[in-house]
Structures are given as structure tokens and as C-alpha cells.
């Protein structure tokens, strides 16, 4: 059991930028990989960063390349979003997921990876 809570989601204006943070209590031991997903309304939950456990390999779909990036603190049990340059279509609830395997990219992994999740955070662009 892997209890995680997201935090610092909010309102910013369109090139703006915001860090959510993501703690993981409980059986924070056995978390490998980490990711973020997000889902705004009517539409599939996506995958926005990974990570693996030690830190050093990251992914990212086109639509947030080069604008976000996914970092992790171990030794507080933490993983972090860092979002710039945000764009409306940005506007989604953000998800912290953890996996007890670990990560080797290439491919970003899907929901089904994942075996804990946080509650979200809403994170909402204006133009």
C-alpha cells in the first residue's frame, strides 16, 4: 500500500509556469518508477512524464516536450512536475502514479503500469 498526494496545482496565466509535488508515504520503499499522467474533461487519462527509479531516464509525449520535466527526490519520497510555457490546452487534473517495476523505456507506459495513484490536482491555464 503506497499512499501518494499531489500538490501545487492552481490558476496561471498562458506561458506561465507551475511545480506540482508528489509524496509518497506507506510502502514508499518498494515504489520503482513514478510518472505523471493528466485528464481534462471528455477525454482519455494521458501520460505526461516518466521516470525511472534512480532518476536518470525520463520520457515525455510530443505534447509536452521540451516544456515540462519530471525529477525525483528519493530521500523524501518525492517526485516533482516542473511545467512551462503552459498553454490552455494544458488545463487538466494531474495525477502522481507509482510502480512497484521499474522503468526502462522506450515506451512511456500505460495507466495499467501503475499500481498507486494520488488524488489530482487541478491545474488550470487561462488565456
Known amino acids: 500500500q503506497v499512499q501518494l498526494v499531489e500538490s501545487g496545482g492552481g490558476l496561471v496565466q498562458a506561458g506561465g509556469s507551475l511545480r506540482l509535488s508528489c509524496a509518497a508515504s506507506?510502502?514508499?520503499?518498494?515504489?520503482?518508477?513514478m510518472g505523471w499522467f493528466r485528464q481534462a474533461p471528455g477525454k482519455e487519462r494521458e501520460i505526461v512524464a516518466a521516470i525511472n527509479r534512480s532518476g536518470g531516464s525520463t520520457s515525455y509525449p510530443d505534447s509536452v516536450k521540451g516544456r515540462f520535466t519530471i525529477s525525483r527526490d528519493n530521500a523524501k519520497n518525492t517526485v516533482y512536475l516542473q511545467m512551462n510555457s503552459l498553454k490552455a490546452e494544458d488545463t487538466a487534473v494531474y495525477y502522481c502514479?507509482?510502480?512497484?517495476?521499474?522503468?526502462?523505456?522506450?515506451?512511456?507506459?500505460?495507466?495499467?503500469?501503475?499500481?498507486?495513484w494520488g488524488q489530482g490536482t487541478q491545474v488550470t491555464v487561462s488565456s
Open positions: 502514479a507509482a510502480s512497484g517495476s521499474d522503468y526502462i523505456g522506450f515506451t512511456l507506459p500505460p495507466p495499467s503500469f501503475y499500481s498507486s
Open positions: 506507506g510502502r514508499a520503499f518498494s515504489v520503482r518508477a
